[in-house]
């Protein structure tokens, strides 16, 4: 009889030390998901950004040959507070559900989809801006 009983109190051990992990593993994704989730939506509207740059850098004649190194190195370039004007730009145009189509473009390294969402969803007057960031930026990098 004593063999059982040990053997109940083992398994119990054994099942509160499960849980207390999944506990402890539930509590744990739950305070990182938004940080997850903050970087993902940051990639996203990184990669609208570089997009729309390297369209205005097309539109530019004076532009380099290679737009979308040039676009990064534009972006790369800016004062956090521009990169924050641009991102605040393109945060109004995204939806959750948009985010996880142009994640799917960015993923798949898909420019086409980009420059079509681009074309579709960021305003004329969105783009001014941010054409003006680039010309603000763009003799300050190397051509």
Do not use: P
Not at 89 to 115: F, H, M, R
């Amino acid at each position: 009889m004593a063999k059982r009983q040990k053997r109940k109190k083992n398994g119990w051990k054994t099942l509160a030390i499960l849980l207390t992990v999944v506990l402890v593993l539930g509590v744990g994704i739950f305070f990182t998901k938004d940080y997850i989730v903050a970087k993902a939506e940051e990639k996203v509207q990184d990669a609208l950004i570089e997009n729309v740059l390297e369209t205005v850098i097309n539109s530019d004649s004076s532009a380099a040959s290679d737009a979308a190194q040039m676009a990064k190195d534009v972006y790369d370039g800016m004062s956090s507070e521009d990169k924050d004007i641009c991102r605040d730009l393109i945060n109004n145009n995204l939806t959750q559900e948009n985010i996880a189509n142009v994640a799917q473009y960015v993923k798949n390294g898909d420019a086409s989809g980009l420059e079509s969402y681009v074309r579709s969803s960021v305003s004329e007057s969105d783009k001014e801006t941010i054409k003006s960031l680039y010309h603000k930026y763009k003799d300050r990098i190397g051509k």
